[in-house]
Structure formats: C-alpha cells, structure tokens
C-alpha cells in the first residue's frame, strides 16, 4: 500500500542571543512511499531494547538523504489512509534495501526536543 508522508528533522538552530536550540522542521513537500508491516521477530527483538515499532516505510533513497542531511534525530508524519490525519512518528531504524531504496523502521510520536 502506498502512503503519502512529510519527512521531518531536529536541527540545532540559533536564538536571538545566539545560544543553539533544538527544533524540529517538517518538509512542505510530500512524498509517496510503500508502507509495510513490520515482521514479527523484528518487532518483538526491538521490544527488549525498549523500542516499539509500528510501521515500516520503503522510499527512495535520494529523497530521504537530500532532506535529512545535517539531522539530529529524524522524523516524518504519515498520512493515515483512511481518516487523512497526519500522525507524527520517529525513525528509529534505517536500513539501505539496495542502491534505490531505503527502509525506515518507525515508532509513534515524539520524544521531547528541549535542549
């Protein structure tokens, strides 16, 4: 099944006063991916770490690196396919399936960006 997503990043950015903060910036652009399921050993080998992870998308490997170069942590919001709401998720995983493609391992929400 094919997704629409936004690709996000956390980025250190300066203030005013010229101190580094940490904020998170969304790509106005969207992209359509393949989202997979995520396989059952996968999924419970990343239970014992504390991971938990929801879904799995397969894009172009170009696309994702363009944007996500220079990256703290790494983002995207996914398009649910039948209600249209953007849900927000963290990349916990990359993996490079061959010289085009790359699979990012995902898990729901946010973790907070204070500095």
Do not use: W
């Amino acid at each position: 099944m094919y997704t629409e997503i936004f690709l996000g990043k956390e980025v250190l950015k300066e203030n005013d006063l010229g101190e580094k903060e940490r904020s998170i910036s969304f790509d106005d652009t969207s992209l359509f991916c393949e989202e997979k399921s995520v396989k059952f050993n996968e999924f419970y080998q990343a239970m014992t770490t504390g991971m938990k992870p929801e879904k799995i998308i397969s894009m172009n490997k170009y696309e994702y690196y363009l944007f996500m170069q220079d990256s703290i942590r790494k983002y995207c919001k996914v398009k649910h396919s039948i209600t249209e709401i953007l849900i927000e998720y963290t990349i916990i995983r990359e993996y490079e399936v061959d010289s085009d493609n790359i699979e990012l391992t995902l898990t729901r929400g946010i973790e907070n960006v204070s500095a």
